[in-house]
């Protein structure tokens, strides 16, 4: 769901896909939309230089997204535990807009994804639940969208479908 999620958005800039998705969607998409990294190595001084670079710290990833101008992220939700990744993507340049039990999109806040983000965006219901409860406070409807939408992409049996059921049941 969420390759196709990504492939159907309008994006300006280009996609990073995480590592252990490459050689997937490089077969899911056929090549449109591009993909950053395939996951296995034909350029050492690319994984090295690049690829490797934009996980360990948050200068290289930023050094990484202005040189490709990715304006979306897809990953595997794992590598979301990373304390890097979380310190690279939980930005206010970053907003978190497709997730499930298996990966995650980011995608850049720009002023020509204004419209993206108002619909797709997860203001309050994201990975960990933090935001839940003041979302209830402040706009209790876009919340009930997000645990919606989260419980049709994520599905009932699924982890992230139960966080969805649970604050539909609040």
Do not use: C
């Not at 280009?14 to 395939?38: S, V």
């Not at 897809?74 to 535990?81: A, D, K, V, Y």
């Amino acid at each position: 769901k969420a390759a196709n999620f990504v492939a159907s958005l309008p994006l300006i800039g280009r996609i990073y896909n995480g590592w252990g998705l490459g050689a997937f969607l490089a077969w899911h998409w056929d090549g449109n939309p591009q993909i950053f990294a395939h996951g296995y190595v034909l350029d050492a001084r690319f994984f090295a230089e690049d690829v490797m670079r934009s996980s360990m710290t948050t200068q290289g990833w930023d050094s990484l997204t202005k040189r490709y101008g990715f304006d979306a992220v897809i990953t595997q939700r794992t590598q979301l535990e990373s304390s890097v990744w979380k310190r690279n993507l939980y930005r206010p340049e970053w907003r978190l807009v497709f997730w499930n039990d298996e990966a995650v999109v980011f995608l850049r806040a720009r002023d020509e994804y204004k419209d993206l983000l108002e619909q797709y965006e997860y203001r309050f219901v994201d990975l960990v639940g933090a935001k839940t409860g003041k979302g209830f406070t402040t706009d209790p409807e876009r919340v009930r969208r997000e645990a919606r939408r989260l419980l049709e992409d994520a599905g009932a049996a699924s982890h992230a479908g139960k966080i969805a059921a649970a604050v539909l049941r609040r």
